[in-house]
């Protein structure tokens, strides 16, 4: 059972408005809800450039701050993809999602992913919520049946899914759209639409039969989403821009297919078909909201999750933040919104709210562009590609993170090549950060054995002006890290360690030999050491593996960064166990400089990052090519 986590702290007032925009707001409950990442396979560096990584630097900031957080996800493991996965490898499909799960759970846990709960969407509690959600819609009108013409395989009588049939676009002559959606447009598409459709699976020619299913009725929520698309400010324009341009063509979308694999429908004469099944799209993106009411149970509220969710009650002031990759914009910015309005009863069909209640929507979007790999794609069957667990076998994961942080595809989409690695880690994290912080507590260990007195005498005009910079910078990367700005937000923590760095070359403290200048030595390294407690903790979302080296190096004590864990659970309704990630986070530094102590012992340090041969580009590139 995972045992009691963090809840509330102190609230601090927060840049952002609940529309997005810049304006001053009590806050003090957050859900960070992190994009769910398929099981079919491990994930890459590219993935968790888009959805890890920069959830997580959010999330450990805002809780550091003072906030409520609640940062919740899981694998995603429906769908026919998983279905014609295990076929192929000779097992079930929820022997293939044991697996990967596994696997996705220890990887993300290996970057220190600070997941309240990742959990599936193969428990009992998320087909629950999943049917609920469905039923209340129905009842409202915004889930109506239709009969339609459906693909199947001519050799295998099964279904085809939309993404597993690609064709030319009608609309643009794009010659790889598939079947829901034309990755070079953005718009809704019929598999039957396509122009010269195929099979991604073995290249047949699909045959389309009719039959029955149920579909969402986006155009009767359109003007509600349009009307709330319009309060949001301060939104990357990439995102506001793609969704609301997707409005002016919506289309009812099918959300059941004919499936084995998936969460039953939950109506009378359909509940127990073998053959009829909710398609994984409608069930993953209600995931953020079975995972957050999982949570809540886990923790022994079972209304707890309320605080992030609910419209009416005691999280009408509450603000959620969505993390995908681009190419999941339309499932968060226009699906999932127009699934809660309909559930709430607030489109054109009216309707009351189910017995969750009304449901907030985003607060914002938080997408990344792509991430590509020494100029060409992720693909996995090419081989382009290195997995987030054979990268974190070879190199640390606060490098990934650096980098990723630094370089990554925030808004464009961005190369990563093992040249630019490399450069970063030795130039930027050892020869910048880590030989900082070396320097400074070697020579106070040397030369005072601990943290070194400040000189009665006082500061210097120069000492002073370094502690103004460390502080200042509380402030600036804050609400960088706010309005999802990470890579201003790291450059100015890097700028706070790169005038360290300066201040230590001119003041030379190494020159001050004698004894009459040893009060002056002392001042100086107590005034760098403060700058790099500052720094770190500045560090500390993006960095937070070498964040608690560092503390330690400092003479502190106690979690600095806290780590998720994995736990092993039961299913809460019965079902097979599976592992979480989960942690406390009560604990750990706060968003604010902490004055260091004079006399704290100190040690002689280790190195807190690798320095990396320039032989592991060669390396890597072959592998590559291998």
């Known amino acids: 059972m995972v045992g009691p986590v963090r809840r509330s702290g102190t609230p601090h007032w927060f840049a952002n408005a609940p529309d997005g925009s810049l304006g001053s707001l009590l806050m003090s409950h957050v859900l960070a809800a992190v994009a769910w990442p398929y099981a079919n396979g491990p994930r890459h560096i590219g993935h968790v450039s888009g959805f890890g ?62 997941y309240d709960l990742f959990t599936r969407t193969t428990t009992r509690n998320h087909y629950a919520v999943v049917q609920e959600l469905f039923e209340g819609m129905y009842r409202n009108g915004y889930i109506v049946p239709k009969t339609t013409m459906g693909a199947i395989s001519p050799s295998t009588g099964r279904t085809l899914p939309d993404r597993y049939i690609e064709g030319t676009c009608p609309i643009c002559g794009y010659d790889s759209a598939r079947g829901d959606q034309c990755d070079n447009c953005g718009n809704q598409l019929d598999p039957i639409d396509l122009i010269n459709p195929k099979s991604r699976i073995n290249g047949e020619t699909p045959k389309f039969v009719e039959t029955e299913h149920f579909f969402l009725d986006l155009p009767a929520l359109a003007e509600v989403l349009r009307q709330w698309l319009d309060t949001r400010e301060g939104w990357r324009p990439n995102v506001l821009r793609f969704s609301r341009n997707l409005l002016d063509d919506l289309q009812p979308r099918a959300i059941t297919r004919d499936l084995e694999w998936g969460v039953p429908i939950p109506l009378d ?99 990344s562009e792509y991430l590509t790999m020494e100029g060409r794609k992720f693909s996995s069957s090419r081989k382009v590609v290195i997995y987030v667990r054979d990268f974190l076998e070879r190199y640390d994961a606060d490098a990934l993170r650096y980098f990723i942080a630094a370089a990554g595809p925030e808004s464009n989409d961005t190369d990563f090549t093992w040249a630019e690695f490399l450069r970063r880690n030795n130039d930027e994290l050892v020869a910048g950060w880590g ?90 390294l107590h005034v760098a050491l403060q700058v790099i407690s500052d720094a770190n903790t500045l560090l500390t979302p993006f960095l937070p593996h070498s964040a608690q080296q560092v503390h330690e190096l400092l003479g502190g004590t106690g979690v600095h960064a806290p780590m998720p864990v994995i736990e092993q659970v039961d299913d809460l309704d019965g079902g097979p166990a599976y592992p979480v990630l989960t942690g406390d986070y009560t604990v750990g530094a706060r968003w604010e400089s902490v004055s260091i102590e004079a006399g704290r012992p100190l040690a002689a340090p280790k190195p807190v990052f690798r320095k990396l041969d320039p032989s592991i580009v060669d390396e890597e590139l072959a592998r590559l090519a291998d």
């Open 435 to 524: 030989n900082l912080v070396n320097r400074c507590v070697s020579m106070a260990a040397k030369n005072f054995g601990a943290i070194p007195p400040v000189d009665p005498a006082g500061l210097t005009e120069a000492d002073q002006a370094l502690l103004a910079v460390a502080r200042t910078g509380f402030t600036t990367v804050g609400d960088l890290i706010g309005r999802h700005r990470q890579k201003q937000a790291i450059g100015e923590a890097m700028k706070v360690v790169a005038e360290a760095n300066r201040y230590l070359s001119e003041q030379a403290p190494w020159k001050l030999k004698d004894e009459a200048d040893k009060p002056r030595m002392g001042t100086i």
């Open 53 to 114: 990584v920069p959830s997580d630097v959010f999330a450990r900031y805002m809780r550091m701050a003072g906030h409520d957080v609640l940062m919740v996800s899981g694998t995603d493991e429906h769908g026919t993809p998983i279905q014609v996965q295990a076929d192929a490898d000779g097992v079930t499909p929820r022997e293939l999602a044991d697996r990967y799960n596994k696997v996705i759970v220890e990887d993300l846990h290996g970057l220190g992913l600070s």
């Open 269 to 367: 004469d359909w509940r127990d078909r073998p053959d009829k099944r909710i398609y994984v799209w409608f069930d993953a993106v209600i995931g953020y909201l079975s995972a957050s009411i999982e949570w809540a149970r886990r923790s022994g509220d079972p209304d707890a999750w309320r605080k992030y969710w609910s419209a009416d009650g005691a999280g009408k002031d509450a603000q959620s933040y969505y993390f995908m990759g681009k190419d999941n914009i339309v499932f968060h910015s226009v699906i999932w919104p127009a699934l809660l309005s309909g559930y709430s009863g607030e489109g054109s069909r009216d309707g009351e709210p189910g017995e969750l209640g009304r449901l907030n929507l985003p607060t914002e979007v938080v997408s």
